[in-house]
């Protein structure tokens, strides 16, 4: 099973809702991805997960908190979010840092 | 801040011709990946590099490295249609470890035209 999988695949929230987004790998991968994406950009690195420890926080703000609560799981957790905030959220897990990573297909996400 | 740096940012070809993209890089590397994306979706991994090999294949893809000029290649050979996507080399930071990651390029959009 070399899949990565996302969920909501779209959300739509206003500035003062919370929601999650969640990934899932079955790989046995020990590091695992937040990567934030705008159209026609890159993928900028959010949050790294090693062994189920944050490994690299790229100074994200506060209103985007990782969870990692086993090696399978990794959760991102949003609230007072704000409309430049919206954009494709990729996660991405490989067998450790540095190495192939394996990414799901996103979370569109669209902050009103 | 962006490690690679890919030429040319749009390539347009017929199917069935090679498509070669460049990527250069400023800092030392463990590695270096190519990907692949289709609009909007999530990103496939086509090829690593190692800081010590110089080149490898996968299937129609060619991917050299050349460490002294800081520069990678990624060459498809007989293109096709579904090729049509945006790719992204990236590089993994030397050394490896707690603060290995990698730094993506902005991206070559590859068309091919049937």
């Known amino acids: 099973d070399t899949e990565v999988t996302q969920t909501p695949k779209h959300l739509v929230m206003g500035m003062t809702n919370k929601k999650s987004l969640k990934c899932e790998q079955h790989?046995?991968?020990?590091?695992m991805y937040w990567y934030k994406q705008k159209a026609k950009k890159p993928p900028e690195l959010m949050f790294v997960?090693?062994?189920?420890?944050?490994?690299i926080n790229e100074s994200v703000p506060s209103r985007f908190s990782p969870e990692c609560p086993n090696s399978s799981l990794l959760n991102l957790h949003l609230h007072a979010l704000q409309p430049e905030d919206s954009a494709l959220y990729l996660c991405?897990?490989?067998?450790?840092?540095?190495?192939?990573?394996?990414f799901g297909p996103g979370t569109r996400l669209l902050v009103l | 801040s962006q490690q690679g740096e890919e030429d040319p940012q749009a390539l347009s070809i017929q199917e069935g011709e090679n498509a070669t993209m460049n990527c250069s890089y400023k800092?030392?590397?463990?590695?270096l990946q190519w990907y692949r994306q289709n609009s909007g979706r999530g990103l496939v991994h086509l090829i690593l590099?190692?800081?010590?090999?110089r080149e490898k294949h996968s299937g129609r893809l060619r991917v050299t490295l050349d460490t002294s000029k800081k520069s990678s290649s990624l060459l498809i050979t007989a293109s096709r249609a579904a090729d049509t996507a945006s790719y992204f080399c990236?590089?993994?930071?030397?050394?490896?470890?707690?603060?290995?990651?990698?730094?993506f390029g902005k991206g070559i959009t590859l068309s091919v035209r049937p």
């Open positions: 800092t030392s590397i463990n590695n």
């Open positions: 997960y090693s062994y189920e420890k944050l490994s």
């Open positions: 990236a590089t993994a930071n030397f050394p490896t470890g707690a603060n290995s990651k990698l730094t």
């Open positions: 590099i190692r800081s010590n090999e």
């Open positions: 991405a897990s490989s067998q450790w840092q540095g190495e192939t990573q394996y």
């Open positions: 790989m046995g991968h020990r590091a």
